[in-house]
């Protein structure tokens, strides 16, 4: 098994350029999310999955949007790039959620390093 | 949100024990505590997980009180390959939005 797979792993955008960053996992996981992480600080849950098809928004989704057309895939698309959202960005995935929001194991990915110049 | 507060920094010695604590006093109810370790440019990794009293496996144990307001992360024997930066997740109410890291703690370990 490959884990979580994030592509890119560095990039960098002009101010309104839009992308897309790219999240796979092959554990056959039900749960996803993307986490934006800035130097020196933790990590924000940008938005999650609880399985494909249904998507919500986490604690920083200004900017950004998401799809979750397969179990596998979930990719985060930026419109308009802006300075704020210079960061690293990660991905995971979870199998079963335990009663709350915080009880289940996340795997993540490597991160994918952005840069909005 | 409240934040979920870690110590900044640690130093410690290879063979020691460590522990971390965690402040989060928004504990949801029903939600469990989960550390995380993460080396520089990587994903953070599952260390432990627990909803009260005491859990341990073959790398930590965590130590939660009664109230669940803190939470502490011991490491047993450190060498220098647990120099990292150690996070707790709570949820700190209802629904994934709630879900929090802590600040952080960037452990080291020196020979």
């Known amino acids: 098994n490959a884990g979580v797979t994030q592509t890119p792993k560095f990039r960098i955008l002009k101010i309104g350029q839009s992308m897309t960053l790219q999240c796979t996992q092959d554990m056959n996981h039900n749960y996803m999310y993307w986490y934006r992480q800035d130097p020196g600080m933790g990590l924000k849950l940008i938005y999650y999955?609880?399985?494909?098809?249904?998507?919500d928004k986490g604690e920083v989704p200004n900017g950004y949007n998401v799809s979750r057309s397969t179990t596998e895939d979930f990719p985060l698309r930026l419109e308009l790039a802006a300075p704020s959202q210079t960061s690293v960005y990660f991905c995971a995935s979870s199998q079963t959620r335990l009663q709350g929001a915080g009880g289940n194991e996340q795997f993540f990915g490597p991160g994918t390093r952005l840069t909005v110049l | 949100l409240a934040k979920t507060t870690q110590p900044i920094s640690m130093d410690s010695y290879e063979g020691q024990e460590v522990n971390i604590t965690c402040s989060h006093n928004n504990i949801a109810t029903n939600d469990y505590i989960t550390w995380y370790q993460q080396f520089p440019s990587q994903g953070p990794r599952f260390i432990i997980q627990?909803?009260?009293t005491k859990v341990t496996n073959e790398v930590a144990s965590l130590f939660i009180p009664a109230d669940r307001k803190s939470s502490t992360l011991s490491l047993p024997r450190v060498s220098l390959s647990d120099t990292a930066v150690y996070y707790c997740l709570v949820g700190e109410g209802e629904g994934f939005q709630k879900l929090v890291f802590g600040t952080g703690t960037r452990l080291l370990v020196s020979p």
């Open positions: 627990g909803y009260k």
């Open positions: 999955s609880v399985g494909a098809g249904i998507t």
